[in-house]
């Protein structure tokens, strides 16, 4: 479902006027140039700031972004560090530039990173990286920020995710796959194919066991498992192809003619 921005609503709530752009081409840019703007702020833009714009701040510009940078510099961010295993994650306030997350830190905000799902920790570093741009942006004004050029050589990037990326390896070990649930979730979304249809998974966890081949399927207790490379993966929530959201459990209660020596992808 297609919702408008609450950064959006909020500026209309308080009679501002408000331009939402594809993309910041030469039109655009002359629209925000005739309102003679101080100062720039963005947040998982995931475009080049022109240096136009920069230029008519003269370079007071600030970008929230979703990591610890200089790891993961790039358009998700928050999915990378799911699938790295990272424990720690944050935000970051850098001044912004014309190239890609490379402008100077000027503070960060750390926090450790659970069992979440994509769309649970972008919540959650929202609401951080809202609170860490409140804070800090009358000191970068007053000049109080100290800025700290990022370490080229600990640079990670972090591209968009590919939906066909998506299907899960089933040679890849449980624990991996379980981290790729989490950071595809809710899009573009984790998926394996059952009896011809494509199943989403939406919350999965690992089990021990072995013996058998990678894609083997079983139902142990009512609750549905699959072989990986390494382990066993739970399936806990699902969506199969047109249906609702449903658990593991409940959606295996309504498999029919599931062979002993079942297998996925099938």
């Known amino acids: 479902m297609v919702r408008e921005p609450a950064v959006k ?7 501002l006027s408000v331009r939402q752009p594809p993309r910041l081409d030469e039109k655009e840019v002359a629209a ?7 100062l720039l702020v963005w947040s998982a833009y995931g475009n080049k700031i022109p240096k136009t714009l920069l230029a008519a701040v003269s370079g007071r510009a600030l970008n929230v972004h979703a990591s610890l940078l200089p790891r993961w510099r790039g358009a998700a961010p928050i999915a990378h560090a799911i699938l790295a295993g990272d424990t720690e994650t944050g935000v970051t306030l850098m001044e912004g530039t014309a190239e890609l997350d490379a402008g100077p830190i000027l503070a960060q905000t750390r926090t450790k990173l659970g069992d979440e799902t994509k769309g649970d920790l972008e919540r959650r570093l929202a609401d951080l990286g809202g609170e860490l741009l409140e804070r800090e942006m009358p000191n970068y004004l007053a ?21 066909r990326e998506g299907e899960l390896d089933l040679e890849r070990p ?13 899009d573009p979304g984790a998926f394996v194919t059952f009896h011809g249809q494509r199943i989403a998974l939406l919350r999965a966890s ?8 990678h894609g083997t399927f079983q139902i142990r207790d009512g609750v549905p498992y699959i072989a990986a490379g390494a382990g066993w993966l739970r399936l806990d929530e699902v969506k199969p192809a047109g249906k609702r959201a449903m ?16 297998r996925v992808p099938s």
């Open 9 to 15: 609503v909020a500026a209309r709530a308080m009679g």
């Open 32 to 38: 925000i140039l005739a309102l003679r703007p101080e």
């Open 143 to 163: 000049g109080r920020l100290v800025r700290r050029p990022q370490d080229p050589k600990k640079v990670t990037l972090a591209p968009k995710l590919e939906p």
């Open 174 to 186: 449980a624990e991996e796959l379980v981290r790729r649930v989490r950071a595809y979730t809710p």
């Open 206 to 213: 690992t089990a021990g066991g072995g013996g058998v081949e």
């Open 247 to 262: 658990g593991g459990a409940e959606w295996a209660r309504g498999l029919r003619d599931v062979r002993p020596d079942e």
